[in-house]
């Protein structure tokens, strides 16, 4: 029996399903005939991303307004702390001149004789502990100087601390 396939019997339950598929075949060909490279569906989803990268703009925008906020005293507290820093350098190179002087006055001669000889060495010496209050002096103020850049670096480490955008 080589004759023609038996008809399926059309019941309503066969029915839908041929509509159906012939409705998708229609669809498909449709949508390649009126938009053959899918347009439609890259605009949307180009959409939906240019909407999320607006969102995070907005939500960066927000955060670096924020941060620029709360750096600005840390600009301030930077730049007070360059110009003591300067004056510190200022002071340590004089005491380094005159350190250097008396060095060389001391270097230079040798102290054996008279009591003229002995006055000169004593004024040095005096000289010498002048200065050496002075450095002590400059000291502390470079210690007391590198205690609040310590503690300014502990506050700008505290501020960011979590923050993974700064590791500290």
Known sequence: MSGPAPRPETTG????GMYRRTRRTLG???????????????????RTQLERQAK??????ATVTALGKRVRPVELAS?????????????????EERVGRIEERLRGESYTGD??????ARSLV??????????RIRM????QYEERLRRLE????????????HPF
């Open 115 to 120: 009591s003229e000889d002995q006055a000169e």
């Open 126 to 135: 005096a000289e010498i502990r002048r200065e050496h209050e002075q450095v």
């Open 56 to 61: 995070q703009i907005a939500e960066l925008t």
């Open 79 to 95: 730049s007070h702390r360059e110009l003591e820093h300067g004056r510190a350098a200022i002071q340590v190179g004089i005491i």
């Open 13 to 16: 339950a066969s029915t839908p």
């Open 28 to 46: 498909r060909w449709r949508r390649t005939v009126a938009d053959p490279d899918n347009l439609r569906g890259r605009l949307d989803k180009q």
């Open 140 to 143: 502390q103020v470079i210690g």
């Open 154 to 165: 502990d506050a700008v480490v505290k501020m960011y601390q979590g923050d993974v955008r």
